[in-house]
């Protein structure tokens, strides 16, 4: 199906789009990548009067390295967070979340934070972005602020973005010690979202002993969740055997799955204890040629 008609703008400067967006408010949409956008405005779900496209706004290309963040700008696409080898080391889990994520297509115009302002239960980003502890950088007619992702992701389809505040940027802590990720999913077919996910993240000091630990949850829940409990169980222990059956156990407590035609409620709980003991024991391996960590 066509989207209804639209007014274009392509504005020059951030500043430019804050205005833009302020004067249209609720009958604006920004145009990011549009891999989420087009298809609702296809569908006639969202059918808005105006689009402004950021997509020539320089100033939200590519990525820096600043005060101990990496930040990433708006538009860039998922697909070269994918390909960064100079971000592996440090930043492990964007290249393995992204090539989980659709298929190369959506990712070679998809942006991670148009996933994170769109705002589904079922982003993976959102529930990688959790782990990794992101920050998102608005900006808006008053100016700039700073949202800790576990505040930005409201409600399903909600953020705390005002509706003239721009999505400027993500800022991820630097790792000062080793790290290792993994992003386990399961899906239907090629491409699909997810029928559940996790996103885990672990940084180890060089005892071994775990020193900050994130986990992320895909799709078992309003929006994507943090299993905070085992994040908190992970501080302060080796990788052992015991500790990662413990803390797997306590990953689906914190999950709210619903029945549906992609799996009952319990299975996808079980899901997420499978994939947490999956994933804290290849962490433990690989981690293992860094530090003593069992
Ligand atoms: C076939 C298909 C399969 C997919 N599979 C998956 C999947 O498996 N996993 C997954 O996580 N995602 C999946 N997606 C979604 C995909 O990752 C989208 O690219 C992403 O959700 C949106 O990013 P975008 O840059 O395309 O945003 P857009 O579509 O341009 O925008 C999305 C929303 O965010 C707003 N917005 C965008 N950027 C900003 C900004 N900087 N500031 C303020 N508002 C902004 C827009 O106004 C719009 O409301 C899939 C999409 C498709 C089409």
Not at 3 to 28: C, H, Q
Not at 75 to 98: D, G, K, N, Y
Request: net charge negative; aromatic share 6%; hydrophobic share 45%.
């Amino acid at each position: 199906m066509f989207p209804n008609a639209f007014k274009y703008e392509a504005p020059t400067s951030v500043d430019e789009a804050i205005r833009l967006m302020d004067e249209y408010g609720y009958d604006g949409k920004v145009l990011a990548g549009g891999q989420s956008l087009l298809p609702m405005m296809k569908l006639r779900v969202a059918a808005p009067a105006v689009i402004i496209d950021i997509n020539k706004l320089d100033e939200l290309k590519g990525w820096s390295k600043v005060n101990g963040k990496l930040r990433i700008g708006a538009v860039t696409r998922q697909a070269e967070l994918e390909h960064a080898t100079e971000l592996r080391e440090q930043f492990p889990l964007l290249s393995r979340t992204a090539r989980w994520v659709a298929d190369p297509l959506v990712r070679n115009l998809g942006t991670v934070v148009g996933s994170l302002v769109h705002a589904d239960p079922a982003s993976d980003w959102g529930t990688a972005m959790l782990a990794l502890n992101a920050v998102v950088e608005a900006r808006g007619p008053k100016g700039e602020r700073l949202i800790p992702i576990d505040e930005f992701l409201v409600d399903t389809f909600t953020t705390a973005l005002d509706e003239n505040e721009l999505a400027v940027a993500l800022h991820l802590p630097i790792p000062t010690k080793p790290v290792a990720a993994r992003y386990m999913k399961l899906k239907r077919k090629a491409g699909d979202f997810a029928i559940a996910g996790l996103a885990v993240q672990v940084a180890v000091d060089n005892d071994g002993r775990v020193s900050e630990a994130g986990i992320g949850i895909c799709n078992c829940g309003p929006i994507p969740l943090r299993a905070v409990k085992a994040e908190e169980a992970l501080i302060g222990e080796r990788l052992t055997a015991k500790t990662i059956e413990n803390v797997s156990k306590l990953v689906p407590e914190e999950a709210e799955p619903v029945d549906d035609l992609r799996g009952s409620a319990d299975y996808k709980k079980d899901l997420l204890r499978v994939f947490a003991a999956r994933a804290l024991r290849e962490i433990a391996e690989e981690l293992h040629g860094k530090v003593e960590v069992q």
